[in-house]
């Protein structure tokens, strides 16, 4: 079980609908989320709400998602947090590249459904939760 404190979530998501489906499903399954659309967005939410896990999407306008999670890696405030990409872009070099900068897992956004994606956020809190 979570404790309550390790119930914030920030989705760093462009598309809107794909943003709306994960927030509802964490939503639903007691996440306190909070959302941006961008990577400067994104990284400033980081900082100010110092959520317990980041979902982060590659492809975003202005900061890419490479660049965010450096970023976020690269901040004593930040540095700590798990961040789960999940993104359309499925190369190996990608993965790797995402896993050797501190993502924590790679999702692929076509191979995993929103239940899927709880169950990485799920298990990643309740992993640092103890």
Known sequence: MISKKNRKVLIIED?????DIY????????YDVVTADSG???????GEEQPKLILLDIVLPGKDGFSVLEELKANPKTKGIPVVIISNLNQDYEIKMAKDMGAEVYLTKADVTPDEVAENVRNILEKNDN
């Open 40 to 46: 400067v967005k994104g990284l400033a939410l980081a």
């Open 23 to 30: 927030e509802t499903k964490l939503a639903r399954e007691g």
């Open 15 to 19: 598309e809107e609908d794909m943003r």
